[in-house]
């Protein structure tokens, strides 16, 4: 046996037992002496025979050489084939081979990826619809550096991750590999051999749709289509955010704001049609979003997204979310969106331990996992995930039109030491506390919003003294458009919680955040976080009976 053929025989045994980590160098076409050597897998079929792509003529059957590996000769070189399988029972079918086709993701995308500069990696990686060498199908990428195999995985292939292993990118760590014949509406998850030797399947970090939880498949959809009827709103929409201009915004958690005849949340249609004119008539400016990506715990405000491309499957499809903003926007309303690039949750199919490794997150504990959450912490000093971050927040402003983020938990970003005690963090380069990383990456998305974005609003929940929050970047501040005032909150809050006969004593905690007013651009909130864990509503904080109770909360 030549040493070529050992190899060979070495290939086919990592393909059999789900270890060939370069698919490309065994299946798919390859000259050799006489002709065109084709190798395919097709574990369980009777018969595989070659023929022409476009008229189906046949070209010669191939030999099984191996269990479900089959290879044989095309005489002309670079001749284009499709393969015809025949199934036990007699059924037929045609398609195209995988590993007859070239790279998927372009040099430039790769570089830009690498450098934390790519803005619309949800356009390019992921799941694609697309033709390549005029066949349609879709490409599939996805980023796993760490990996030692990568196989897409579906109802396509029966879930079989050595039927599609795919081509590692080096150079930026993706794997990729274009599958014909299949379109949008497939699930589809990431089959992931780890660099800890655990085999695990993994949802799309870039998914554009998914399964309705529980299930947890990511699923081919192409970029939104929507016919959008909201220019007017758009060009006016920089003068309705001005500094001067009123807005008053009306807090939302899309599940649990009404439900249908069923019990279960309105869909997005549903909303358009009763949410929207309760807004409208209410006399509020903007409508803000609890996190609708998609998140594992629908019990939940959706504060620990796993999908931070796709919007929720329990409302409807992307398309209906772009029509209930478009919804919004025709009836004056902006739309506000909760977004999470401070923390994700830990369940085995999303972004934990990605490839085996801490991918997305910090490989320290201390660094890495959000002790009162019991979530992890994005790494964004890795620019890659950085980068993954700000083209999540680019995407819901350019392709849904959203009109602002407010970005949650901002404190625990900038602090390293936030809710630790002594020895249970990691100081920065310089010996201090201050989240270097995050402060870099909040300035990266503030001005990448501002100049991609015009019009569009960053607001940040932040509750600490934390200097220029929303004073611009050149001028050493983060770039914030405004910042929630929580000490607001909490001082008024607490003062209409006393009995009249006391407020007296108590007027400085109306008067106190007037000393702070004017130091940075203050939003005021009364936030969903005043009703939780047992603070119960904003009536029952009220003192008094019942009727001092409504005339309280209604000055």
């Known amino acids: 046996m030549t040493a070529s053929e050992d190899l060979l025989g ?19 076409p390859h000259e050799g002496s006489g002709g065109t050597i084709v190798r395919t897998f097709q574990p369980g079929a009777q018969e595989v025979e070659l023929v022409t792509r476009k008229k189906g003529a046949p070209r010669g059957t191939l030999e099984e050489v191996a269990p479900g590996l089959f290879a044989g000769k095309l005489k002309k070189k670079g ?73 897409v995985i579906g109802d396509f292939n029966m879930w079989d991750g050595r039927r599609h292993p795919m081509r590692l990118r080096h150079s930026a760590g993706i794997w990729e590999l274009f599958v014909p014949r299949i379109g949008p509406g497939e699930l589809y998850k990431f089959e992931i051999a780890g660099a800890d030797g655990n085999v ?10 998914t399964q309705v939880p529980p299930g947890t498949a990511s699923i081919v959809a192409p970029a939104p289509e929507f016919t959008w009827s ?18 008053a915004a009306y ?41 609708i990506m998609e998140h594992p715990f629908g019990g939940s405000w959706g504060y620990q997204p796993l999908s931070q491309f796709a919007p929720s499957a329990r409302f409807g499809s992307p398309a209906d979310f772009a029509g209930f903003v478009d919804a919004c926007h025709r009836a004056g309303i902006g739309v506000i969106l909760d977004w999470v690039p401070a923390h994700f949750p830990t369940d085995a199919h999303g972004l934990a331990q990605f490839d085996g490794t801490p991918l997305y997150e910090h490989a320290d504990p201390k660094e890495g996992f959000h002790q009162d959450w019991n979530t992890l912490i994005y790494n964004l000093g890795r620019r890659e995930v950085s980068g993954f971050l700000l083209s999540s927040a680019m995407w819901w402003l350019e392709t849904f039109h959203i009109d602002g983020l407010r970005v949650d938990a901002v404190a625990s970003m900038l602090y390293r030491d936030y809710s630790r005690e002594h020895g249970e963090w990691v100081p920065n380069v310089h010996g201090g506390r201050e989240n270097l990383e995050s402060v870099a990456f909040l300035k990266a998305m503030n001005e990448a919003v501002a100049e991609r974005c015009p019009g569009a609003m960053t607001i940040a929940e932040e509750s ?47 008067t106190f955040p007037m000393v702070y007013a004017w130091s940075e651009k203050y939003v005021l909130p009364i936030s969903h976080d005043e009703v939780v864990h047992g603070k119960g509503s904003l009536w029952n904080k009220m003192p008094g009976d019942r009727w001092r109770k409504f005339a309280n909360l209604r000055t």
């Open 10 to 28: 070495a290939a086919a045994a990592a393909l059999l037992e789900g270890r060939l980590d370069d698919p490309f160098a065994l299946l798919g």
């Open 79 to 151: 001749e284009e084939y499709a393969l015809r399988i025949t199934w036990p029972g007699g059924a037929e079918q045609v398609t195209e081979d995988p590993y007859s086709f070239g790279t998927v993701i372009g040099d430039y995308d790769l570089h830009l990826f690498s450098e934390g500069r790519h803005l619309e990696l949800a356009r390019v990686f992921g799941a694609q619809p697309k033709e390549m060498d005029g066949v349609s199908g879709v490409a599939f990428s996805v980023w796993a550096p760490n990996a030692r195999r990568v196989s």
């Open 200 to 209: 695990i399947e993994k949802a799309d970090p870039l998914a554009r749709a």
């Open 230 to 247: 909201d220019d007017d709103w758009m060009d006016e929409r920089a003068d309705r955010h001005a500094p001067d201009a009123p807005i």
């Open 251 to 291: 807090e939302v958690h899309a599940g649990s704001w009404m439900t249908n005849d069923e019990g279960g949340p309105l869909d997005w249609h549903a909303l358009a049609h009763k949410l929207v004119p309760y807004v409208v008539e209410m006399g509020f400016t903007h409508i803000e979003l609890l996190p």
């Open 464 to 510: 600490t003294a934390w200097p220029g929050v929303s004073a611009p970047v050149a001028e050493g501040g983060l770039g914030f458009d405004y910042k929630w005032n929580m000490g607001w909150m909490h001082d008024t809050l607490q003062y209409i919680e006393r009995d009249p006969v006391h407020r007296g004593w108590h007027h400085g905690e109306l």
